[in-house]
T-cell receptor
Framework: DTAVSQTPKYLVTQMGNDKSIKCEQNLGHDTMYWYKQDSKKFLKIMFSYNNKELIINETVPNRFSPKSPDKAHLNLHINSLELGDSAVYFC??????????FGSGTRLTVV | QQQVKQSPQSLIVQKGGISIINCAYENTAFDYFPWYQQFPGKGPALLIAIRPDVSEKKEGRFTISFNKSAKQFSLHIMDSQPGDSATYFCAGEHTGNQFYFGTGTSLTVIP
């Protein structure tokens, strides 16, 4: 009964390719997020959606596009992948005033 | 800018010792301060959290001390165990479900 599940767990791809990461939560939370964790472990917010509406869009290249078909799903599409996009991407969800629940991460390696 | 500053970056403690991780924040609008624990290959998981109306919260071997006037809070792990070896993140959150993370502390507990 995974609360926040994201797929795939590992993604190895060549520069210039387009890839997607999917996320689903079964907690009934209203807000979903994408975080990027770099090699130094720093967690950087990328996007936040509340009830399918974008509420946070940090300075992220427009090659990254989130899509939320409903409040339980938030997918991340990345165009024209670059070496610097290699990182671990975490999906998370929360309810107002409560802590984030993270997925297990997608390790993206661009070669 | 870094809204939550965390130190130390790494910490080595003997089994049975006390581990202390410190965080400082600038944004007085923060009203929720969670700590997350992350094991290698896993997503961060909520460990313990505090709201600014209390000065201390204890759950088992884990205690948060909170100093509102100094805008500082810390995590104390009593009787540290090798299984506590992980990366710890503090965070601040304000209305709108916006979470800001510290840079993380890598804790190693030596048997």
């Amino acid at each position: 009964d995974t609360a926040v599940s994201q797929t795939p767990k590992y993604l190895v791809t060549q520069m210039g390719n387009d890839k997607s990461i999917k996320c689903e939560q079964n907690l009934g939370h209203d807000t979903m997020y994408w975080y990027k964790q770099d090699s130094k472990k720093f967690l950087k917010i990328m996007f936040s959606y509340n009830n399918k509406e974008l509420i946070i869009n940090e300075t992220v290249p427009n090659r990254f596009s989130p899509k939320s078909p409903d409040k339980a799903h938030l997918n991340l599409h990345i165009n024209s992948l670059e070496l610097g996009d290699s990182a671990v991407y975490f999906c998370a969800s929360s309810q107002a005033g409560q802590a984030l629940t993270f997925g297990s991460g997608t390790r993206l390696t661009v070669v | 800018q870094q809204q939550v500053k965390q130190s130390p970056q790494s910490l080595i403690v003997q089994k049975g010792g006390i581990s202390i991780i410190n965080c400082a924040y600038e944004n007085t609008a923060f009203d929720y301060f969670p700590w997350y624990q992350q094991f290698p290959g896993k997503g961060p998981a909520l460990l313990i959290a505090i709201r600014p109306d209390v000065s201390e919260k204890k759950e088992g071997r884990f205690t948060i001390s909170f100093n509102k006037s100094a805008k500082q809070f810390s995590l104390h792990i009593m009787d540290s165990q090798p299984g506590d070896s992980a990366t710890y993140f503090c965070a601040g959150e304000h209305t709108g479900n916006q979470f800001y993370f510290g840079t993380g502390t890598s804790l190693t507990v030596i048997p």
